[in-house]
């Protein structure tokens, strides 16, 4: 390439203090280089602590204390940027670098007016000021793709969406027509209907306006659509780097094969996610007896274990002295059945009331209307407690969140067994040695039964809440995104881990996500809401393939694609 | 006995991180321990027990002081106008203090938590009745409330014990609500819920240890609060009976004596209670800091 450079970071280690009185010390960044020429895309991919935000932050100098630059430079065209002063870098800072939030809802200041905040970006960058800033706003917008920007610059951040927030940090970022704008995550809080515009915007400004962007993200989908070349970073380590095509179809290093490998594709269906696991040290078959040992009053034939009828959910927001009475419909008049053994999949954008339905099958929240049929019975006309709870303790779910799934108070082992021992269904033991079989079932060390949830990861902690629905022998399993807040990696084990549950114990899954491509790789049947609608219902291959509803049509083609 | 050894190295532990590093904390915590220490052993270490009327004579009244008795042992502090020790006054006054005060905060704390939990748990009519009682008290002096408790109930150890719990539990309450609530969003409460476990299991094992952190970090600062409380009123004349002195009632005795020079009887209690609220201050502002991530994170640069 005959561009000239425009940033360049060699050799950058960036670490942080820790350990007893900061005696040791953990590398953030390891000797990682980059080099970006104008107006050039790129990207950096790697999963949580892989240190790709720190490396936005090191060219902007807003590392968070105690972390320090320990060694490398950074110039940008052939300014050195380690080691300038605080005032040195606020002339850098919006001026020449531009920087995008993950989450722009938060990025923007609530209580500030649109036209304020990029009015101030403005005059703070540039020597514009009253009415051409204005005029100048009003174009930036425009650029950004906001509609009647005018009357967008007279509100506040939470009268519009995400998607236009985002575009609204664009505008700010570009307000000085920086040479370089590194955007974190800019897409990771948005819808992806939403998404997909919003990085169509991007490169078009990358275009205009001769920007480069470093495009800080963990999608593969996202690099593959909008990257030219990548790094891949590990552990604060560099990994790989090259043209994007190349680097993500014909990895060579192992660790971005084993990524490549669990990205979850749309499409074709695998029968799992191809990674080289590690065989499990530990000694299963307890688990697995434990398991099998339900009671088999029930044939397991294809019979309809769940269904669901013309189920309804209002949200009352009660009268106060302030406002009147506020009723939402999350969930209207849905229906749909679950046979034995099979993985039903529910794929909406946030608010679509997926995890609702859920919600009211278990009977976290109160059914509105309709009627909710489990293994041929409604669970509102079993009135007798104890049956009742015999009935609902064979329905279970996997949370969304590993961090607030467990009590934060009681051992892995306690946590997984403490409903069981509360139930008397087993004496206090046995539980301890239940719990060490369950957690070797999902690929946890027997011995980590004592250490608290906080000792944990976020994939391992996801594990424990598994182990804890699986010990009450369930028949059907309720997961809630149950990977939406893990690394790809850890997602495509943990869906490994379930298809092998559901096909050593005929388990039945309700699966909830907003990811099309995870639906794909786990579903059989699958449902696509919209606004508390169900929109379209039918087998995986149709949907994927076949899309009936327009809605459908046009999440499939947002979705970014990446085809290895 | 192992048992409590090993309670008491985890104690060790957990105060450790939030004391190293803090010389003036440590300070604290040692004089408030010193405290205790002496109010407990009272009857042990003081040089006479200053209300049995078989020790006492006449003769030693209002000596200043280093003065010798009439039994020939020296009065370090001076004595009172019956001739009472001070120092051992003082050291029997620290020891009803601490006792109203511990008492109060234990048991207002409890009634706080219990009630909170309740609130949040049950929400609708309960929660509605619990937290409109704490408004209700709330925008009521505490001090006000207190004497019109004692003028209601009479005086007397009990009763301004239960005046002082009517001051702390509504705080406790509403603080222990407001954290309930913030986990009760938390999905292992769900988790708790799927598994139909009875709601008195999930207040107790769930709710209670998850999110009694913010109500443990004011309690020293109420204990100190009750202290200075008790004392206002025992110094009013509505607190502790007469026969059982507590240090606001002492410094009350010396009151009269103060303008005729006689200034050890009323100074020497009010340093001591000066001192221990200082001393649990002190500790009280540490653990809340400990306890701020935000001033947590100044803390560590």
């Given at each position: 390439m005959s561009k000239t450079p425009l940033l360049k970071i060699k050799d950058l280690t960036v670490t942080y203090p820790c350990g007893p009185e900061g005696k040791d010390e953990f590398k953030a960044l390891d000797r990682v280089s980059i080099n970006l020429s104008t107006s050039q895309i790129i990207g950096i991919v790697g999963e949580s602590g892989a240190g790709k935000s720190t490396i936005g932050k090191a060219v902007l100098g807003l590392?968070?204390?105690?972390?320090?630059?320990v060694s490398g430079d950074i110039t940008l065209l052939d300014k050195?940027?380690?080691?300038?002063s605080e005032e040195q870098y606020t002339s850098i800072r919006g001026e020449e670098v531009g920087y995008i939030y993950q989450n722009p809802m938060t990025a923007l200041?609530?209580?500030?007016t649109i036209g304020e905040q990029v009015i101030e970006a403005i005059e703070a960058n540039t020597s514009m000021r009253g009415k051409s800033a204005y005029k100048h706003a009003i174009g930036l917008l425009e650029q950004s793709d906001v509609s009647f920007a005018e009357d967008r610059l007279?509100?506040?951040?939470?009268?519009?969406?995400g998607g236009l927030c985002q575009r609204i940090v664009f505008a700010i970022a570009i307000a000085a027509k920086p040479k370089l704008i590194i955007a974190d995550e800019?897409?990771?809080?948005?819808d992806v209907t939403v998404q997909q515009s919003v990085l169509q915007t991007l490169i078009k400004l990358s275009k205009q306006e001769q920007v480069a962007i470093i495009l800080i993200t963990h999608d593969i989908g996202v690099v593959a659509e909008t990257c030219d070349y990548v790094y891949v970073l590990k552990n604060g380590k560099h990994v790989e780097q090259g043209v994007t095509s190349s680097v993500l179809?014909?990895?060579?290093q192992d660790y971005t094969k084993a990524l490549m490998a669990s990205?979850?594709?749309?499409e074709k269906r695998l029968h799992r996610f191809a990674l080289n696991q590690q065989d499990?040290?530990?000694?299963?078959s307890a688990g697995l007896q434990y398991l099998r040992?339900?009671?088999?009053?029930?044939?397991?034939?294809?019979?309809?274990i769940l269904e669901v009828c013309n189920l309804s959910k209002v949200f009352i927001t009660p009268s106060s002295m302030f406002k009147p009475k506020d009723l939402f419909t999350?969930?209207?008049?849905v229906s749909f059945t679950v046979n034995r053994g099979e993985t039903v999949g529910i794929v909406g954008e946030s608010g679509s009331g997926k995890s609702t339905i859920g919600r009211m099958i278990l009977g976290l929240e109160d059914i509105t209307e309709g009627s909710v049929i489990y293994r041929g019975k409604d669970?509102?006309?079993?009135?007798d407690n104890k049956e009742r709870q015999k009935h609902c303790l064979s329905m279970q779910c996997i949370f969304q969140d590993p961090y607030s799934?467990?009590?934060?108070?009681?051992s892995a082992g306690e946590n997984i067994t403490y409903g069981l021992k509360a139930h008397k269904l087993i004496d206090g033991n046995k539980a301890k040695s239940l719990a060490q079989d369950l957690m070797s079932l999902v690929g946890?060390?027997?011995?980590?039964?004592?250490?608290?949830?906080?000792?944990?990861?976020g994939g391992e902690r996801q594990r424990i809440g598994i182990a804890r629905a699986l010990s009450y022998r369930p028949d059907f399993i309720f997961c809630?995104?149950?990977?939406?807040?893990?690394?790809v990696s850890v997602q495509a084990s943990l869906l490994n881990l379930l298809k092998d549950l559901q096909e050593q114990f005929s388990l039945t899954l309700l699966f909830v996500s907003h990811d099309l491509a995870v639906i794909r790789q786990m579903c059989d049947q699958v449902i696509v809401m919209k606004d508390g609608e169900s929109m379209e219902m039918n087998t995986n291959e149709n949907i994927f393939k076949?899309?009936?509803?327009p809605y459908t049509q046009s999440l499939l083609s947002a979705m970014p694609v990446f085809n290895p | 006995m192992s048992k409590f050894i090993e309670k008491l190295s985890i104690l060790g532990e957990t105060l450790k991180p939030i004391f190293s590093g803090h010389p003036i904390a440590i300070a604290g915590l040692i004089g408030f321990i010193l405290f205790v220490f002496i109010a407990v052993f009272a009857p042990w270490?003081?040089?006479?027990?200053?209300?049995?009327?078989?020790?006492?004579?006449?003769?030693?009244?209002l000596l200043p002081p280093l003065s010798k008795l009439g039994n020939g042992t020296t009065a370090w502090l001076g004595t009172d106008a019956v001739g009472r020790d001070i120092l051992s006054t003082v050291m029997y006054g620290l020891r009803l203090s601490l006792f109203v005060a511990f008492m109060a905060v234990a048991i207002g704390t409890s009634i706080g938590v219990v009630l909170g939990l309740l609130a949040a748990l049950k929400g609708g009519w309960v929660e509605s009745v619990i937290m409109r009682a704490v408004d209700l008290k709330v925008s009521f002096p505490g001090i006000l409330l207190a004497l019109m408790m004692l003028a209601i109930l009479g005086t007397g150890v009990d009763k301004i014990i239960y005046a002082l719990i009517i001051g702390v539990w509504a705080s406790k309450a509403r603080l222990t609500r407001s954290s309930a609530l913030s986990e009760m969003k938390k999905e292992y409460i769900d988790a708790a819920e799927i598994s139909g476990l009875p709601r008195w299991r999930i207040m107790l094992h769930f709710l209670l240890p998850n999110s009694i952190a913010p109500v443990l970090v004011m309690v020293p600062m109420s204990l100190s609060g009750c202290i200075g409380a008790e004392a206002t009123l025992s110094f009013l004349g509505v607190g502790v009976p007469i026969t059982e002195p507590s240090l606001g009632l002492l410094i009350a005795n010396g009151n009269d004596y103060l303008l005729s020079g006689k200034w050890w009887i009323s100074i020497f209690p009010g340093t001591v209670l000066v001192l221990l609220v200082l001393c649990i201050n002190v500790v009280a502002d540490r653990v809340r800091e400990h306890n701020n991530p935000y001033l947590k994170s100044q803390d560590q640069q």
């Open positions: 590392l968070d204390p105690p972390a320090k630059v050195p940027l380690i080691g300038l200041n609530p209580v500030l007279k509100k506040y951040p939470h009268q519009l969406s800019p897409t990771t809080a948005l179809q014909r990895p060579t990205v979850p594709l749309i499990n040290a530990e000694d299963t040992a339900k009671e088999k009053s029930e044939t397991l034939t294809k019979d309809p999350a969930v209207n008049n669970l509102k006309s079993i009135i799934s467990l009590n934060p108070r009681m946890l060390k027997k011995q980590d039964a004592d250490k608290l949830p906080h000792a944990f990861s809630d995104e149950p990977t939406s807040a893990l690394d076949q899309p009936k509803s | 270490i003081a040089p006479q027990n200053p209300y049995d009327l078989m020790v006492l004579d006449i003769m030693d009244g």
